[in-house]
């Protein structure tokens, strides 16, 4: 006989890292080409002038300059380096 019940299964150890999303450099910020702008998923915001759009949706800079966030047609909100 077994001196105590059989374990089983856990129903914790499933929590994942948070994924640090959001805006790391705001709107009259100097930047730098290659920095990273936005942090995203999906394009909330669409990349404008001197930035690009990486594979998950991350926008960087293409040149240096100073962020402008700005809207665009159909009230897209757009980011761009000037």
Do not use: W
Not at 43 to 61: E, I, N, Q, S, Y
Request: with cysteine; glycine share 18%; net charge positive.
């Amino acid at each position: 006989m077994a001196t105590s019940k059989s374990g089983g299964s856990t129903s914790n150890g499933r929590e994942s890292h948070s994924k640090r999303l959001g805006v790391k450099i705001y709107g009259g910020q100097a930047i730098q080409c290659g920095q990273i702008i936005i942090r995203q998923r999906g394009t909330k915001v669409h990349p404008g002038d001197g930035v690009g759009r990486g594979g998950d949706d991350t926008l960087f800079a293409l040149k240096d300059g100073v962020v402008e966030f700005h809207f665009g047609n159909k009230k897209r909100q757009y980011v761009s380096v000037l």
